[in-house]
């Protein structure tokens, strides 16, 4: 029986720092299936439309900027529950208020940089997931 859905990108600063594989397993091994799964970089305009939610906020230029810095891994995952135990797994946004063995405490280094994202609720998750990956590139 096939779980609901969230989608995450290993962030620029995390694939710099060479947490790629570290992330992945800590995924794996909190029951995650990743469904799909593709190492790319964001262009500044890429960037811009995938956080154009926050357009009217004060980071968002730095957000873009950051984003498109470097690669990225962006992945569909499944879960019963996918995007509440994912969220409770990267732990809070801010590492220095994150819970000790989340993502973001392990692996972040500022509330810029916090390592990765994860949606927000199951239909910011579709939406995300669709920007990311066509209908081929998902494996059940």
Known sequence: MAGTRTFTMIKPDAVRNGHIGAILEQINASGFKIIAMKYTKLSAEKAGEFYAVHKERPFYGE?????SSGPIVAAILE?????EDFRTLIGATDPSKAEAGTIRAKYATNIGENAVHGSDSDENAA???SFQFGGVEIFH
Do not use: D, P, T
């Not at 879960?79 to 995007?83: D, E, G, L, Q």
């Open 63 to 67: 957000l873009v900027e950051f984003m």
């Open 79 to 83: 879960k019963s529950n996918a995007v």
């Open 127 to 129: 939406i995300e997931g």
